[in-house]
């Protein structure tokens, strides 16, 4: 069958059940794979077209009046799918209004093989930046005049059908083999086309310049990297000049190089900083380009010094900046060769062993599962590095590739059939031979602390994003335990010991009681998980804090001497006890399998042995072992299930461990970051990392005109922000909201400091602007990532988005999407956060003032963090309202607005403040 039949319905709504109505049909017919046929028609919903729809679509009530009704129609468009493929883009919605339609109007429903275009896409392009359709048009450079109108995407459908029919065409046998095993759970019927390709590959020859197939497995060649570093033979000032003056390097290679002064300033300071082994501290606000600024000096000084060096960042989005952009464009300009890698954890990379055996187990998968499958086999055929990260999975999929990371390898065993394909093995390799290694903080801390080395050996460090290294250093230090992943590693020590008594010689009485043993175990942990569960709930009349998600937090210090903790205690003993009777039964089959020189099969089991090994490490530190130098808490999920409880225990002070792990051990560390200063004193981060006197401090400003390109407005007439009825305040929030984004047309970002205060906000504004078109996109409650939110800001008009916690960095939105910055609260940590609690508890008894010394720093670069949201190009222009007056009226307040770009400031009523803002916009 070589009939495709395109649709597209615009609606007044989502569900047909609900009574909504289709206003637009757009048909497009391809056979011989051109387009044979097309057809459009307004349609009569017999009902007004609400606002949002009308702003979505540009169909207002008066477009359709005098338009046919559905039912005029029904025949005609029915008739186009006769012996054909029903192809739409998210399929189920326009088929299910279109068999509503039809039935209602007395037709027989539609029933053709249904192709959805979101799930084809998402298989066949599985590195897209998203499935909108807009974003697809753009991505594979499509004309996309008319979005969201019926017609035109109809025709972007059908050409991205098209596309991915061409892709489909070009995969080989064994991946479309697999496809095919995981066909029946997918949405789309694909069984035909799959078995027409399967027989065209019949008839080709195998060979493939750039795939390879491996135990059934259809893989990317990756050619060697044979190229060496090249000697320098100018200096760095040479060089530095040549590459950052008005007509040099940079100029020749880059459009829109404006040559900047703080950029060349700060290359020269890192570069002496790794010539005379100091440590450094460089703030370099917005604008800087410091990421090119690092660069040169580390990959002139690995090469002329022939000694590697790392740069870390705490996101993966600026690795893949550094990696796809920057250094790329270094190596064309350059007059030397070097060679880089990147280098992420385990757990970023697919495990083939593990793929590989996933796939021949297809036979109870969901669609999720399939679907995920069905994206890796696509996507092998395309990657060389295997890191998930170049892959868009959806949600579930995440959680299913976890299983399947080269983290979840019982080995890396060297004569393991997949060793040398080894994604993980081959990116080490990689980094083994590179100058400049890129990673991640994560990695960097995981290295500190590991007896065998994840890194290659290196005495000189960049960290960017520097303001985040001592909460992951923190972290690494500390221990994160939560009943789901002892349930996983419990399960996979049962896996893994009955695939053993498989293969080895074992009695069914030790069978019997490893069952019996392990069955215990199980039930210990529950039985102990829900009694702690319940403890923190008892615990909440106390008015327990809550994190930025909404979990109760309960700090152990507070409950130590409780009879309930002599429980958990004693329950946490009992628990220890059956996991050590599990690895004691495992190790008698490492014995049994070592005699039997059943290497693979010893190897699974001492990993299972390691995994229950470190359930006994942290449930001892964290309930049997008294430290006052740590800080431990428990989180639950109030609405959660009963078990769903996650252990947490941080190092109160992470200086001294950073220095005698890291700093000591280095001979240069150099760590920049746009937010490292309060009032332009270093101090505060100084004493955070544990730096000395001798480590070099250094500011280098923006390049930006703040004083023309943003206005700062406090509103001195708001309900106070700390009342215990915070209604007054929320509304007043909204309030301004709703004034400003009718000056600014939307193209706003809020940032609140708690999600219960986004939700209430959300719920309010929800309707407060129920007879207007402004397009709410809010963290937690919009589905999505959020990167996805931030998409879909972008591509709609008069959006407001509301974001808490993560989006107070990293989210970069620059031009004319975003012209308005709301802060509601200064960002100041909770102060029932167990963390704060106990450290703000250890200053006060050192005579301390933890106010000024912690929650004052902490805070201030938070809003340095949120304020540099607005402006990320010399072009663009905003206002930023701070809901928050205590900016102005605290002793206090000085140590924020001295600590951001020197911008005009404005404290008034709200009115005047709104008056001034559309003046000057």
């Known amino acids: 069958m070589d009939k495709f039949v395109v649709v597209d319905l615009e609606t007044t709504g989502h569900a047909p059940s609900n009574g909504d109505k289709i206003i637009e049909v757009g048909i497009v017919v391809i056979q011989g794979r051109v387009i044979t046929d097309q057809f459009q028609t307004m349609l009569d919903p017999g009902m007004s077209i609400p606002p949002f729809i009308s702003q979505l679509t540009g169909i207002a009530d008066e477009d359709v009046a005098g338009a046919p009704q559905f039912e005029d129609v029904a025949g005609e468009i029915s008739a186009f799918f006769k012996d054909s493929y029903v192809v739409a883009h998210n399929a189920n919605f326009d088929l299910r209004f279109l068999n509503s339609a039809l039935e209602l109007a007395g037709h027989a429903p539609i029933k053709r093989p249904v192709l959805d275009t979101v799930e084809l896409a998402r298989i066949l392009l599985p590195t897209a930046p998203s499935y909108k359709l807009s974003v697809l048009s ?10 969201h109108r019926a017609l035109s995407d109809t025709l972007v459908t059908a050409e991205l059908l098209l596309s991915l029919l061409d892709g489909l065409a070009k995969l080989p046998y064994e991946t479309v083999s697999h496809l095919l095993s995981l066909e029946k759970a997918l949405k789309s019927d694909l069984r035909g086309l799959l078995e027409n390709r399967l027989e065209e590959l019949a008839f080709e020859g195998a060979e493939d310049d750039v795939l390879e197939v491996y135990r059934g497995l259809a893989i990317r060649k990756v050619p060697e990297n044979e190229e060496t570093a090249s000697s320098v033979t100018q200096s760095f000032g040479e060089i530095a000049d040549q590459l950052y003056r008005e007509d040099g390097w940079l100029s020749a290679g880059m459009k829109e190089y404006e040559p900047r002064k703080s950029q060349v300033e700060m290359s020269e300071q890192i570069f002496d900083a790794f010539q ?7 703030e370099a606000e917005t604008g800087t380009g410091k990421s090119l600024a690092y660069l040169l000096p580390a990959v002139y000084s690995a090469v002329k010094s022939n000694s590697r060096i790392v740069i870390s960042t705490h996101l993966t989005q600026l690795q893949a900046q550094l990696m796809d952009k920057e250094i790329p464009l270094l190596q064309r300009l350059l007059p030397f060769t070097f060679k880089t ?5 385990k ?11 996933e796939l021949q187990q297809t036979a109870n998968d969901n669609y999720d599962i399939a679907l995920t499958k069905a994206i890796l086999l696509v996507w092998l055929t395309m990657t060389e590095t295997g890191d998930i990260d170049e892959v868009n999975l959806p ?9 399947m990371s080269a983290d979840a390898e019982d080995t890396q065993d060297p004569f393991s059939p997949w060793f040398s394909r080894s994604f993980y093995q081959r990116a080490k390799k990689a980094a083994w031979q590179a100058d400049v290694i890129v990673t991640n903080h994560a990695l960097l801390c995981s290295d500190m602390q590991e007896e065998y080395q994840l890194l290659p050996s290196y005495q000189r460090v960049i960290i960017d994003e520097a303001h985040h290294f001592e909460a992951t250093a923190a972290k690494h230090f500390g221990l994160a335990l939560d009943y789901v992943s002892i349930h996983h590693m419990l399960s996979h020590a049962n896996t893994v010991y009955e695939k053993a008594t498989d293969e080895l010689p074992n009695t069914q009485a030790e069978m019997l009681i490893w069952s019996s043993l392990w069955d215990q175990t199980k039930v210990e942990a529950d039985d102990m998980f829900r009694y702690i569960h319940d403890f923190v709930l008892s615990q909440h009349k106390k008015k327990l804090g809550t994190n930025d998600i909404g979990r109760l937090q309960l700090r152990l210090d ?4 409780t009879k309930q903790m002599l429980v958990i205690a004693e329950m946490s003993s009992r628990l220890l006890f059956g996991v050590r009777d599990c690895i004691h039964h495992l190790l008698q089959l490492v014995k049994t399998a070592d005699k039997q020189g059943e290497k693979k099969i010893s190897d699974s089991l001492r990993n299972a042995v390691e995994q229950l090994q470190g359930i006994i490490d942290n449930i001892e530190r964290m309930f049997l072992v008294y430290d006052d130098e740590e800080v431990k808490w428990i989180e639950v999920d109030m609405y959660g299930a009963r078990n769903a409880v996650y252990l947490y225990s941080e190092p109160l002070d992470i200086a001294d461990l950073l220095l005698e792990h890291f700093f000591a051990e280095k001979k240069s560390v150099v760590l920049t970051s746009a937010t490292l200063t309060m009032k332009q004193s270093f101090e505060f981060i100084q004493n955070q990392l544990g730096l000395d006197d001798q480590t070099i401090t250094r500011r280098f400003d923006s390049p930006y005109s703040y004083q023309d390109q943003v206005q700062l407005l406090v509103p001195n007439d708001f309900p106070d922000v700390r009342g215990k009825d915070n209604y007054p305040f929320i509304y007043a929030v909204c309030e301004a909201i709703l004034s400003l984004a009718s000056i600014t047309d939307g193209r706003m970002l809020v940032l609140f400091t708690s999600y219960d205060m986004l939700k209430k906000a959300y719920g309010l504004l929800k309707e407060l602007t129920e007879d207007q078109d402004y397009t709410l996109i809010a963290q937690g409650i919009t589905s999505g990532s959020r990167d996805r939110l931030k998409k879909n800001f972008q591509s709609n008009k008069k959006a407001i988005l509301f974001g808490t916690s993560s989006f107070w960095e990293g989210v970069d939105i620059p031009g004319g999407d975003l012209s308005c910055l709301v802060i509601v609260r200064l960002p100041f940590q909770p102060p029932d956060h167990p963390i704060y609690e106990a450290k703000a508890a250890k200053l006060k008894a050192e005579g301390k003032n933890a106010f000024m010394e912690l929650a004052l720093p902490n805070a201030v670069i938070r809003f340095k963090q949120g304020f540099g949201r607005l402006i990320r190009s010399s072009s663009d222009r905003g206002i930023v309202f701070v809901c928050d007056d205590r900016m102005m009226k605290a002793r206090y307040g000085s140590y924020f607005t001295a600590s951001i770009p020197d911008v005009p400031t404005h404290y008034k009523r709200t009115g005047e403040l709104l008056e001034l803002a559309a003046e000057w916009l």
């Open 395 to 403: 949600s579930s999929g995440k959680r299913f590739f976890l299983h």
């Open 347 to 357: 757990q970023h990379y697919l495990s083939l062993s593990r793929f590989e055996s």
């Open 341 to 345: 890698a990147l280098l992420k954890g």
């Open 558 to 561: 507070e409950v130590r001497e």
């Open 138 to 147: 753009e991505h594979l450079s499509f004309e996309h005049d008319q979005p």
């Open 276 to 282: 005379s082994d100091k440590h450094a501290l460089l």
